[in-house]
């Protein structure tokens, strides 16, 4: 079992930044891949971007060059760094963590990119 905390939403003018951070707890020890989706009123939940355990990253073509998906050695948890955000970023943001049986949610923190 995996459980997953999200933090660091908020509201922001467009083309400011905002830093989300998932820690997860638990059998850590099985997670192979972490990331995060997004999901705004109306819109298919989409995913913005994740890391695998064999090394590799991937992002959504809208959010390459602009969002980073990291680890934070110092707090132990995997963030996200978002630049340049634009209001359309506006959404319901989600942590989920992958084992070899099952894939784990946090509740999700509100992202919200004013003009």
């Known amino acids: 079992q995996v459980q997953l905390v999200e933090s660091g939403g908020g509201v922001v003018q467009a083309g400011g930044s905002l830093r989300l951070s998932c820690a997860a707890s638990?059998?850590?020890?099985?997670?192979?891949?972490m990331g995060w989706y997004r999901q705004a009123p109306g819109k298919q939940r989409e995913l913005v971007a994740n890391?695998?355990?064999?090394?590799?990253?991937n992002y959504a073509d809208s959010v390459k060059g602009r969002f980073t998906i990291f680890r934070d050695d110092a707090k132990n948890t995997k963030d996200l760094q978002m630049n340049s955000l634009k209001p359309e970023d506006t959404a319901v943001y989600y942590c989920?963590?992958?084992?070899?049986?099952?894939?784990?949610w946090g509740r999700g923190t509100q992202v919200t990119v004013s003009s």
């Open positions: 989920y963590a992958d084992t070899s049986l099952a894939r784990y």
């Open positions: 890391i695998i355990s064999d090394g590799s990253i």
């Open positions: 638990g059998s850590i020890f099985r997670i192979t891949a």
